[in-house]
T-cell receptor, first 112, second 108 residues
Framework: DGGITQSPKYLFRKEGQNVTLSCEQNLNHDAMYWYRQDPGQGLRLIYY???????QKGDIAEGYSVSREKKESFPLTVTSAQKNPTAFYLCASSTDMEETQYFGPGTRLLVL | GIQVEQSPPDLILQEGANSTLRCNFSDSVNNLQWFHQNPWGQLINLFY???GTKQNGRLSATTVATERYSLLYISSSQTTDSGVYFCAVGTSGSRLTFGEGTQLTVNP
């Protein structure tokens, strides 16, 4: 089945620790995105990538990093510099920036 | 950047009722999408509709680009329609900006 997978479903972070969230798609999409959602709020863009080996900062990139070494993969690292990382993280992809976006099931990150 | 305003923020319906959700945006767009987020957090794309009207079963959407708004109609609502409905817009070649959503609760 074609789609987007995210892992893990739940992730716990200790103070000062970096954690990496996985996002994989087999839809052959060029564009991929990471969003953050806080309770009761809309989605805010963290990073996006329009093509392999290229990515751009979104509205709230501070404390996060990404890589795009393969077309199907766009991992997000939440660094220790992100002081309030507790949130729901959603990955999406589309054929290009102006087309329909498809979302993965999300990862809930909690700080211990 | 572009501003997106959704109304109402919350809506409670009885099963079988109809509803209209609105999305206003502050600039010309060439990308507008409606999404439904279920209670488990999964977002499903409902419509890609930068202009015109589309229908899919009990759901339909209309975007009037010249007046900078879009409407999502839900007819004969069911409990499974509950969740948050998001409108997201984008200008040429740019990323989507999401509204704050409408929380819909359909009671049996």
């Amino acid at each position: 089945d074609g789609g987007i997978t995210q892992s893990p479903k739940y992730l716990f972070r200790k103070e000062g620790q970096n954690v990496t969230l996985s996002c994989e798609q087999n839809l052959n999409h060029d564009a991929m995105y990471w969003y953050r959602q806080d309770p009761g709020q809309g989605l805010r863009l963290i990073y996006y990538s329009q093509i392999v080996n290229d990515f751009q900062k979104g509205d709230i990139a501070e404390g996060y990093s990404v890589s795009r070494e393969k077309k199907e993969s766009f991992p997000l690292t939440v660094t220790s510099a992100q002081k309030n990382p507790t949130a729901f993280y959603l990955c999406a992809s589309s054929t290009d920036m102006e087309e329909t976006q498809y979302f993965g099931p999300g990862t809930r990150l909690l700080v211990l | 950047g572009i501003q997106v305003e959704q109304s109402p923020p919350d809506l409670i319906l009885q099963e079988g009722a109809n509803s209209t959700l609105r999305c206003n945006f502050s600039d010309s767009v060439n990308n507008l999408q409606w999404f439904h987020q279920n209670p488990w957090g999964q977002l499903i794309n409902l419509f890609y509709i930068p202009s015109g009207t589309k229908q899919n079963g009990r759901l339909s959407a209309t975007t009037v680009a010249t007046e900078r708004y879009s409407l999502l109609y839900i007819s004969s609502s069911q409990t499974t329609d509950s969740g948050v409905y998001f409108c997201a817009v984008g200008t040429s070649g740019s990323r989507l900006t999401f509204g704050e959503g409408t929380q819909l609760t359909v009671n049996p």
